[in-house]
Structures are given as structure tokens and as C-alpha cells.
């Protein structure tokens, strides 16, 4: 299985301050990424897919780039509400993994 | 708008069965496949496996085979898994989400299954 790295573990950030989580891919993945947000108790929400295309609804502070195996989350602009747990995960080969999940909080 | 309407919390016994529901609303139900993935606090988010809601077929991560059992109710919507011969490893949030090939782009709410003698 494709093993998917994640850093930092967690990080806190300032209000307005823009924050980036990095992911990691035992091999290429092609671009095959994707980004969830999970608030506790709650599941996990769809950010980002194929890397950068911004799923319907998620504000456009929220941005993903990356390529072959390295592969990033930027948030601009740090709100309350982005406040939670980022995992990454590869779609490119079965079956799909995730990274371990990096913890935001609001400094 | 797209739901995924998952079972309420299940208290089982070791060596028991569960199986939990999934029901879908707001799109084709058989337009799009149906993914289920484990979560736990030590392990993180695992995928279990998907099932073709318009034939039935399903495929399994290997690490899950034996372990759980999808099935579909294309008349309600629904698709369910089973798990089998429960351990205390078997405890964990369990998900339902809307399956986009790749990603994952609708997800139920969660069930929480604990298994305790």
C-alpha cells in the first residue's frame, strides 16, 4: 500500500496568518490527492481534490498544489472555523490510504 | 442536497456480528459507488472496501476481507456492512461516504460500534 506522510503533526496558528500542512507519498501518485477537514465529531469534509480543484462550497482560502510525491495545503488567512484535523489521502492506487492528520489550532 | 444517513451507535459482544446502514438521499443512488472507511484514534482513517451500488459487486482492502461484508438495497437507497467474529480491535467510528473514483466527496455521520463483553 501507498503509505501517505504527513507534517507537521500539529501546529497552531494566529488569526489571519497562512498556514501550510505538507503530505508526503511512498511513490507517485500523479496529482491523485486529496484534502479533508474533520471537526471533532463530526466527519471528515472534502477540500481538495486531483491536488488543487477546490471542492463546491469551501471558501478559496483554502488552496492545494504539489506534484509526483510532495504534495501541500495552504490556508490564507487563518479563521476560527478552520480550526481541526487535515488528512490527506491518495486515490491514485488501491487501496486508497490517508496521512495520519495534522492538527490545527487558533493561537 | 447529497446525505448519508448512517445506524445508530452499536454496543456488541466479542465473537458477535454488527451491520450497520448507510442511506442515501439527495442523488442517483446508483450513479456512484459507495466506500467504507474504519476510524480509530491509534490507526487513523483505514479503507475498508467499495460496493457497485447498481450490481452488487464489491472489492475489499485485504486487510478487511473475512472482517467485513457490503451489501446494497438499491429499492431504499441503502447500502450496509457487516462485520463479523468482533474483537476489541473492532471498535471504531465507521463511515459511509459517496465514493468520486478517487475521493471521497460526501461522507454519513459516523457509527460508533464498541465492543465490550
Known amino acids: 500500500d501507498i503509505q501517505m506522510t504527513q507534517s507537521p503533526h500539529s501546529l497552531s496558528a494566529s488569526l489571519g496568518e497562512t498556514v501550510s500542512i505538507e503530505c508526503l507519498a511512498s511513490?507517485?501518485?500523479?496529482?491523485?490527492l486529496a484534502w479533508y477537514q474533520q471537526k471533532p465529531g463530526k466527519s471528515p469534509q472534502l477540500l481538495i481534490y486531483?491536488?488543487?480543484s477546490l471542492q463546491d462550497g469551501v471558501p478559496s482560502r483554502f488552496s492545494g498544489s504539489g506534484s509526483g510525491t510532495q504534495y501541500s495545503l495552504k490556508i490564507s488567512n487563518m479563521q476560527p472555523e478552520d480550526e481541526g484535523v487535515y488528512y490527506c489521502?491518495?486515490?491514485?492506487?488501491?487501496?486508497?490510504?490517508f496521512g495520519g492528520g495534522t492538527k490545527l489550532e487558533l493561537k | 442536497q447529497v446525505q448519508l444517513q448512517q445506524s445508530g451507535a452499536e454496543l456488541a459482544k466479542p465473537g458477535s456480528s454488527v451491520k450497520i446502514s448507510c442511506k442515501a438521499s439527495?442523488?442517483?443512488?446508483?450513479?456512484?459507488?459507495i466506500s467504507w472507511i474504519k476510524q480509530t484514534t491509534g490507526q487513523g482513517l483505514e479503507y475498508i472496501g467499495y460496493?457497485?451500488?447498481?450490481?452488487?459487486?464489491?472489492n475489499y482492502n485485504e486487510k478487511f476481507k473475512g472482517k467485513a461484508t457490503l451489501t446494497v438495497d438499491k429499492s431504499s437507497s441503502t447500502a450496509f456492512m457487516q462485520l463479523s467474529s468482533l474483537t476489541p480491535d473492532d471498535s471504531a467510528v465507521y463511515y459511509c461516504?459517496?465514493?468520486?473514483?478517487?475521493?471521497?466527496?460526501?461522507w454519513g455521520q459516523g457509527v460508533m460500534v464498541t465492543v465490550s463483553s
Open positions: 461516504a459517496r465514493d468520486e473514483d478517487n475521493y471521497f466527496d460526501y
Open positions: 439527495g442523488y442517483t443512488f446508483t450513479s456512484y459507488y
Open positions: 460496493i457497485n451500488t447498481g450490481s452488487g459487486g464489491t
Open positions: 511513490e507517485g501518485i500523479s496529482n491523485y
Open positions: 486531483y491536488a488543487s
Open positions: 489521502q491518495q486515490g491514485y492506487k488501491y487501496p486508497p490510504t
